[in-house]
Structures are given as C-alpha cells and as structure tokens.
C-alpha cells in the first residue's frame, strides 16, 4: 500500500502564492506518477497537475498551467504543488493521488492512492 499525506493548505488573498505538499510513504518505490486534483463544493473533481517520478514529465490542466507548478523531491517521496496568482476561483480541497501503473494522468480513473486531501481558501 501507498499512504499520501497533504499539507500546506490554508487561508490566502488573492494574488498571493501556496506551496502545498504531499508526502508518500508505504510501497513508494511502485509509484510511477503523482498527480493533483481538486474539488470545489457542489463541483466536481478536476485535474489540476500530474508528474511522472522518472523522467519528470508533466500534465497541466489549461486553466492553472500559467500559474502552477509541479515538482518532486524524490528523496523525501514528495511531490509539490506551486500555485501563483491565486483566485477565488481556485478555492478547494485538494487532493494528492499516486498510482503504480502508466494511463492518462489527468484522468482520476489512473490513480490508485489517494490522500485525504488539504483545504485551500482563497479571499477576496
């Protein structure tokens, strides 16, 4: 099994900056990718950025790829997420998702594990 652990959510203006986190423990060495989702209330859950660990390769969604990055720290299992230029739009929870085999990574169906997910808030 694969744990993932989100951190670094919280309460931001708008045009400020996050840097969330998610930390993965457990059968770490079968995950092939990472990916961020998110999910608004009353919406559904949407692709937000994926990174495969070998390689580095990325997924963006179109609507954040100008203001998101996606990166990993492979020697502490984790994978960030760096969101500039935050929107009200962009409040949600978001959530960490890994999994151990090769898909279409900004589709929810590919990953296995998934985090609990860390609250994003963004003012106006």
């Known amino acids: 099994q694969v744990q993932l652990v989100e951190s670094g959510g919280g309460l931001v203006q708008a045009g400020g900056s996050l840097r969330l986190s998610c930390a993965a423990s457990?059968?770490?060495?079968?995950?092939?990718?990472m990916g961020w989702f998110r999910q608004a209330p009353g919406k559904e859950r949407e692709f937000v950025a994926a990174?495969?660990?070998?390689?580095?390769?990325?997924n963006y969604a179109d609507s954040v790829k100008d203001r998101v990055t996606i990166s990993r720290d492979n020697a502490k299992n984790t994978v960030y997420l760096q969101v500039n230029s935050l929107e009200s739009e962009d409040t949600a929870v978001y959530y960490c998702?890994?999994?151990?085999?090769?898909?279409?990574?900004?589709?929810?169906?590919?990953?296995?594990?998934w985090g609990q997910g860390t609250q994003v808030t963004v003012s106006s």
């Open positions: 998702a890994a999994t151990s085999r090769w898909g279409d990574r900004t589709r929810e169906s590919t990953y296995d594990y």
């Open positions: 990174i495969v660990w070998i390689g580095s390769s990325t």
């Open positions: 457990g059968r770490t060495f079968s995950i092939i990718a």
